[in-house]
């Protein structure tokens, strides 16, 4: 019996979510559990076991066609590709398949429903032949009641009564009790032994609480004290009168319906390492066992104070709302479906609200995908070949925020070249830092470090006011919400109180500076490595091997790794690096330029003396940069090192002000100089929502060397990941880029996605009312299930589309590294990843129903420019690519002068 | 004197009805008009309390009467030493408040509704803060209850906010009985001990002390801001006000107090969630306002319940950041952060420890035994009504020619 219980649980935990506790936040794709199945196939069914949406909105979809997002020959398109037809009309004189789909998708009908339906029948009086027709052929439909596979569901259908309104607040209060890691003054009493047995050490005392639903748990839980939780469960699904055939349905319903917090025990059950500050020996089968045994006392209770009122209709009735559609759309599209009534109610009815959605949402990723294609294409044909001799290299993470710093980078400093790496640049540890009380992993979550690498002070460092400081915040944080203490301090605190809330409100910027005066300047310190000659000198030549930067280094290569810090924001971690695992990838990078400038592992690799190594830090939320280990850079690279810093930090202004035009905080005129300030007050506002907008209208992922790529605008919105060809006969590099950067970036792709498709239920809706719980997770409000996804605030401005992945391959090459690697192969071909081979000759063959297939492209212009700045001046929009060409004659027409292109699509 | 106080207790009211006339009118106004009225109208509140002070300093205390609504009841508005720096504080708030919720509520559907209720609830505190007389008060009593529950009720697309504020609505409404019997017995010269009592009840419902604490925890449902203006700070503070305005002191207010410091201390230390604990926090500092007003110590009273309201607030507008403050708190200190709730452990005997938490976890049952042994009851009692109700008027109509009611 344990056996089968631990089998049940292991199906359900499979499909609970799957995220830690909020300060080491990984994306990862929301429908993970369902990615064996094709990708529309798997949001329809998951959307039906969460009651989430599969697509956005049909409202939402015909808004893009009317305002031309969705063009007419994407419509066709999808049509043409997903719809069947045998081209015979299937009314006489009405359309074909293929038409009626197409026109279908052009017109929102709203058809009433229910009663609203039935009204407007009454009122409406004799419709005509051709509603007595359809309504006559209609199909009839039993009502379907819905699924009820919790005892409770069934209760709430006979009595109205909502069980999980008694028991839903005692485990919410429980479970949190329970996992808390430090919010609460005094901790769950004798959590140590376990969910199980902490709840019968509270509950099964006499004298327990006088709700009457709980009468008589005491009792139960002392006769069942030797009881393993297995036991429990199987008892209550027994007392439940659930059939065991059915037992698997039960527990699946039951955890759903709280799965938030049943998600986190099993996080903490699987992944204690994960835990903030204590992993509390947490069990899914404990969970469960309470959760069931409350479910059983409220329906007891339930049950005998109610009376059952259960109606259950099993008469087939003509379904009414189809033959309305049917009829309407008969007389929208101007056809008479009386000779063949059925066969036009079937035409009417396989298009049904999902399959609009899918195909629209098909035709609007078909739009965005064909922007980008015929962007990089087109960009072969303008990109000025001679570039000036490399002055320094700049190796960034190969997140899509970076992607505007690189081109401004590029743009206003010819000399420098840019890169894309993994921002954990191969160097996966345990770090802990000069301040961290408990090491950490940087690394991709898939893999598990085994260096320790800690960061150590030069001369000891003086910690006196910091710790003070720190304490006394502490003793006042605590001290105000206690009793005595509490009136001393509220008293005497009163003034600072007003200055800081004053301060605060007013001017955000300014009152976090002068709270931060104390911080001090970071002491000097070195990292102790502990690696091999051997492992540093696989680390550094693997990813100068696949960048290509080992082909020709540079006087000066800064590694920049990226993270974020902001205010206001229990996401934070969520704008960090997704190739730390969500940590901030400094050391990482820190830790490289080490390896890298380490005698014996230079004259390993062969790298001249003329290039030096140096390790930066950019926080993407206010801009920042700051550099590692300078004092160690000998002199002769000095001036070359500041030259290299100059335009970093000119690059950061840039991509602040082209980041700020997402704001609408900021002004459209908003000038170069305000910009920074503009960024660092978002992050250190305690009013702000909006820090940064992360990983936002991410869309693209391109593989491929840079050169193709440089000069291209693309809005912040790709992936770029370098690698060259040249150097991988073998296809080894290029298999191992694929298999980390296509899950990753699919990950955070179709977390934004799901967050921004239904962001109540796969995300964690709007941040206003966002209440921390034992600093895992967020709820709504007072008390609710802990809320796991993306707060809206982060999606608002996302594209639903799918991770358009374009790799600089030939279609043989990826044809085979799909077919070597399961995993892979899935996510290409189930559809939730779009894979476009990129070929020397600028050919490209787009991965569509099991095979590669040629694509050509449909524009070959596009507008060129001298300037980032002149492409996304005054829009806050997604904008198309772009040709940014400094100082390069114009071939093709300026900006002003293409008509009627889609610059701003929304 | 008469303008300042006009304009003080007046000038939030204004925007709330102006901007209550244009929302009503259909037009949507941009987000900085919106805001920029309300945060204006607290501003020139606040000013017109600050020059009131300088006066109140210079010329004494005043009370200006300003008409009156019928015979024996005057309206009256009154600035002294008690009422100003209250006035001063709901004002103050309500500008800070504003001023940060432009940023934190922006691009949210709710925005202008937000503002509008907070137009109100700044109203309604000046015209408490400010009345000269209970009946005046009673107007600016029930209009803030109105504001703070629909604030509670923001989010009513989902179920919880809704009944939460339901919940804050009838424990007001129960609790505003007193205020209302008090009136009524204060016109119709009843003892002075009888009006303190009726008071107390009143002011126990605003301030959740014990047995009406349930709803201030559950008010934690609005956006951050709301939550801090309302439960943090001013709401709860009517409570006390309205005792330390009316002279209320004695035994019974000192008990309330301790008491319910004593429950909301306990109960506070057990919760999980960073909203909760603050909520508690609260409801403790609250209730030692309770004894302080009791034992006649009113300056200490008001000194405590500005100071609390100022440290509380800012205390829940930084709860979003919670994660962030952790971490960087333990850098600071180089460890992980002290365990707390040793002395407890110390203290208290192994076998009460368990009961005592689950006491502290149930919130001392307070809830259950409210629910179960009176609005139960309550509820039955009136089921029956109806039902006996309904079986009188079948009879009857079965047994007379039908007659049409005047209702």
């Known amino acids: 019996m344990n056996e089968r219980i631990a089998e049940l649980l292991e199906e359900a935990a499979h499909l609970l979510p799957e995220q830690g506790p909020l300060q080491t936040f990984v994306h990862h794709n929301t429908l993970h559990a369902f990615e064996h199945l094709p990708f529309a196939d798997a949001v329809v069914r998951a959307g039906a076991l969460f009651g989430a949406e599969p697509f956005p909105s049909e409202d939402e979809l015909h808004g893009y066609v009317v305002e031309g997002r969705i063009a007419p020959a994407d419509l066709d398109a999808v049509v043409a590709a997903e719809v069947a037809d045998d081209g015979v009309p299937v009314v006489p004189g009405g359309p074909t398949r293929r038409q009626f789909h197409a026109r279908r998708l052009r017109h929102l009908v709203v058809v009433p429903r229910g009663p609203a339906l039935r009204w407007l029948l009454a009122e409406s009086g004799d419709l005509g032949p051709v509603w007595a027709a359809l309504l006559a052929a209609a199909p009839r439909v039993v009502p379907a009641a819905d699924p009820t596979p919790r005892p409770r569901d069934r209760v709430l259908a006979e009595t109205g009564v909502d069980t999980d309104r008694l028991t839903h607040p005692v485990l919410t209060r429980l479970a949190a009790a329970f996992l808390d890691q430090g919010v609460a003054y005094w901790p769950m009493h004798n959590r140590d032994k376990g969910f199980l047995d902490a709840f019968r050490g509270l509950y099964g005392r006499a004298g327990g609480p006088p709700d009457r639903f709980l009468r008589g748990l005491g009792d139960c839980l002392r006769a069942q004290s030797d009881w393993d939780a297995e036991r429990v469960i199987a008892w209550a699904l027994t007392e439940l009168d659930v059939p065991e055939p059915e037992w698997g349905d039960a527990v699946l319903a039951t955890l759903l319906s709280l799965r938030g917090w049943a998600g986190m025990v099993r996080q903490f059950e699987t992944r204690p390492d994960r835990a903030p500050v204590a992993a509390h020996p947490a069990r899914l089968a404990d969970y469960l066992a309470v959760q069931l045994t409350l479910d059983l006392f409220a329906l007891r209770r339930v049950l005998a104070n109610t009376t059952r009122h259960l109606v259950v209709e099993v008469t087939a009735r003509p379904d009414v709302e189809l033959a309305y559609e049917a009829f309407v759309l008969a007389e929208l599209m101007g056809v008479d479906p009386t000779p063949a009534p059925a066969a036009w109610l079937s035409l009417v009815g396989g298009c049904d609200e999902v399959e609009r959605r899918r195909l629209l949402h098909a035709a609007y990723e078909r739009r965005h995908r064909i922007g980008v294609l015929d962007g990089l294409a087109a960009h072969q044909n303008v990109s000025t070949p001679d570039t000036p001799p490399v002055r320094f290299q700049a190796v960034f993470c190969i997140d899509e925020r970076e992607e505007s710093l690189r081109r401004h980078l590029e743009e206003h400093h010819p000399g420098a070249e840019t890169f894309g790496f993994a921002g954990f640049f191969g160097v996966a540890m345990n770090y802990q830092g000069l301040h961290d009380v408990r090491p950490r992993p940087l690394c991709p979550v898939v893999v598990t470090p085994n260096h320790d690498v800690r960061e150590r002070a030069v001369a000891p460092a003086r910690t006196f006011v910091r710790r003070a400081h720190a304490g006394w915040t502490h003793h006042v944080a605590v001290g105000s919400r206690t009793l005595a203490r509490g009136g001393v301090l509220s008293v005497a605190m009163g003034v600072a109180g007003l200055c800081s809330l004053v301060t605060r409100c007013l001017f955000p910027r300014h009152a976090h500076r002068w709270a931060h005066r104390l911080a001090g300047r970071h002491p000097v310190t070195r990292l102790e490595l502990g690696y091999t000659t051997d492992e540093m000198a696989g680390i550094v030549g693997t990813v100068l091997r696949t960048t290509g930067v080992l082909a020709a280094p540079a006087p000066v290569v800064v590694l920049v790794g990226h993270g974020s810090s902001s205010m206001n924001n229990p996401h934070e971690s969520a704008h960090d690096c997704g190739a730390t695992g969500g940590g901030r990838g400094g050391p990482n990078a820190r830790a490289f330029a080490a390896m890298a400038n380490h005698p014996e592992v230079r004259s390993r690799l062969g790298l001249p003396e003329g290039t030096w190594f140096v390790g930066a830090y950019h926080n993407t939320c206010d801009d920042t940069m700051t550099y590692f280990d300078e004092d160690l850079v000998p002199e002769r690279f000095r001036a070359d090192l500041a030259r290299a810093q100059d335009a970093l930090a000119d690059a950061c202004v840039l991509a602040a002000h082209e980041r700020c035009r997402r704001f609408e905080t900021a002004a459209p005129d908003l000038s170069l100089a305000d910009a920074l300030a503009h960024a660092e007050t978002h992050a250190v506002d305690l009013g702000q929502p909006r820090p940064e907008y992360g990983h936002a209208t991410n869309a693209v992922c391109v593989v491929g060397r840079r050169s193709r790529t440089r000069g291209l605008y693309l809005d912040r919105r790709a992936f770029l990941v370098s690698y060259d060809p040249a150097a991988d006969p073998d296809d080894a590099l290029l298999t191992s880029l694929l298999l980390a950067v296509g899950p990753v970036c699919a990950g955070i792709n179709l977390e934004y996605y799901f967050s921004y498709v239904d962001p109540a239920r796969y995300g964690c809706g709007t941040k206003l009312p966002h209440n921390i719980t034992g600093l895992l997770g967020v709820m709504d409000g007072h008390s609710s299930d802990l809320r796991t996804g993306l707060p809206w605030q982060m999606v608002e401005i996302h594209e639903p589309v799918r991770l358009l992945l374009v790799v600089e391959a030939t279609p043989e090459r990826l044809s085979a590294i799909l077919a070597a690697h399961a995993n892979l192969a899935r996510l290409v071909g189930n559809g939730w990843i779009q894979l476009v081979a990129w070929t020397e000759g600028n050919d490209m063959h787009l991965y569509q129903d099991g095979a590669f297939q040629p694509y050509t492209p449909e524009t070959a212009e596009f507008p060129v420019v001298e300037r980032s700045s002149q492409v996304y001046a005054g829009h806050r929009g997604h904008l198309g690519p772009a040709h940014v060409l400094p100082g390069a004659p114009i071939p093709v027409p300026a900006l002003d002068f293409v008509p009627g292109f889609p610059q701003e699509v929304r | ?407």
């Open chain 2, 1 to 407: 004197m008469t303008a300042l106080l006009l304009a003080a207790a007046g000038a939030p009211l204004l925007a709330f009805l102006g901007l209550g006339a244009v929302m009503w009118s259909g037009r949507v106004l941009p987000e900085s008009t919106v805001s920029g009225v309300v945060i204006g109208a607290s501003v020139l509140s606040a000013s017109a309390g600050t020059a009131l002070a300088v006066l109140c300093a210079v010329r004494g205390p005043a009370t200006v009467a300003l008409g009156s609504w019928f015979p024996g009841f005057p309206l009256l508005l009154t600035a002294d030493r008690l009422s100003i720096p209250i006035a001063i504080l709901g004002a103050l708030l309500g500008c800070l408040i504003g001023a940060f919720s432009q940023r934190y509520l922006h691009r949210d559907p709710g925005y202008r509704r937000f503002y509008l209720l907070l137009a109100l609830f700044v109203a309604a505190v000046e015209l408490v803060v400010l009345a000269g007389t209970l009946d005046l008060l009673v107007v600016g009593w029930e209009l803030a209850g109105l504001a703070s529950a629909l604030l509670i009720a923001y989010f009513h697309h989902r179920p919880g906010p809704v009944a939460h504020g339901l919940r804050a609505f009838i424990t007001y409404r129960v609790s505003d009985i007193g205020l209302v019997a008090a009136v009524a017995v204060h016109h119709s010269g009843g003892s002075p001990a009888l009006v303190g009592l009726l008071l107390l009840w009143a002011a126990m419902g605003k301030a959740a002390q014990l047995p009406f604490s349930g709803w201030l925890p559950r008010a934690m449902e609005g956006p951050t801001p709301s939550s801090a203006i309302c439960y943090g700070a001013v709401s709860v503070s009517l409570g006390p006000y309205l005792l330390l305005r009316n002279g209320v002191t004695g035994p019974a207010v000192v008990a309330v107090g301790v008491v319910t410091a004593v429950y909301a201390t306990l109960a506070g230390r057990v919760q999980t969630d960073i909203k909760s604990t603050l909520a508690y926090a609260s409801m403790t500092q609250i209730a030692l306002v309770f004894v302080e007003v009791g034992l006649g110590w009113d300056t200490v009273a008001v000194v405590h319940l500005i100071t609390h309201a100022v440290l509380r607030s800012g205390q829940i507008l930084r709860s979003p950041s919670l994660l962030h403050d952790h971490h960087h708190l333990e850098q600071a200190l180089g460890g992980p952060l002290p365990r707390t709730g040793r002395h407890f452990e110390r203290v208290v005997p192994e076998p009460l420890r368990a009961w005592l938490y689950r006491f502290a976890l149930e919130r001392a049952y307070v809830d259950a035994f409210l629910l179960d042994r009176v609005i139960g009851p309550l509820t039955r009692v009136g089921q029956r009504a109806a039902a006996a109700d309904d079986h009188l008027a079948r009879r009857m109509s079965a047994t007379r020619p039908p007659v049409h009611a005047a209702n």
